[in-house]
């Protein structure tokens, strides 16, 4: 008899720690997902690697697109929305209009503003780090998979991997400023010459 109410206790133990470790697990990405859907008039640096290149910017989340700033080692403009995009490479002064959906930019514009982006991703808690992982097909059902790591306490994004095929991309983010004041036309999809 003490045998089987044992077995009984240990099972309930059982239930109530994969209910607690999952509750855990859901009230953290909830955190996550809050972070990243506040991520509005936010600006930061960051420090591309893509195995082959290291490049430096700063990347700005609007209210709807997000505009990337390459420094070095060119000096390039990209503004994201939806389903438009612009490239502005200003050493040739070339600008090229285009859908990110059709290209490998399209990850970038779903991690800061496409609030369902996330919703069925896997949640990794390590020492003070959250690892956000979502993994997939794209529209041109190749098979992908992000990383987003987040300092946890508070929660600050940190890092973004990208697997797409063969290709490999490391985003660093750092200095960090929220609560920016954009000029009406710094999301503008508009080559930077006509504006100013």
């Known amino acids: 008899m003490f045998l089987k109410n044992n077995r009984y206790v240990n099972y309930l133990c059982f ?5 607690f470790s999952y509750s855990v697990e859901a009230n953290t ?3 996550i997902l809050d972070y990243l859907n506040s991520l509005k008039y936010f600006s930061a640096s960051f420090i591309q690697n ?4 290291l490049s430096e910017g700063m990347v700005y989340i609007g209210e709807k697109r997000v505009r990337a700033e390459y420094l070095s080692p060119s000096k390039i403009l990209i503004v994201l929305d939806e389903d438009k995009a612009m490239y502005y490479n200003y050493e040739l002064e070339e600008d090229e209009f285009f859908n990110p959906k059709n290209t490998n930019a399209w990850f970038f514009y779903d991690i800061f503003r496409n609030p369902n982006f996330f919703e069925d991703s896997k949640i990794k808690l390590k020492n003070k780090e959250i690892i956000l992982e979502k993994s997939g097909f794209n529209n041109e059902q190749t098979k992908y998979l992000i990383n ?12 973004i991997e990208v697997f797409i095929n063969d290709e490999f991309l490391q985003i660093s983010i750092f200095n960090h400023s ?3 004041d954009f000029d009406k036309d710094f999301f503008k999809l508009i080559n930077p010459r006509l504006l100013g």
């Open 15 to 19: 239930i109530i720690f994969l209910n």
């Open 29 to 31: 990405k909830i955190k």
């Open 50 to 53: 893509d195995n082959e290149t």
């Open 148 to 159: 987003v790591y987040f300092e946890n306490n508070p929660v600050i994004l940190r890092k």
């Open 178 to 180: 929220y609560n920016e």
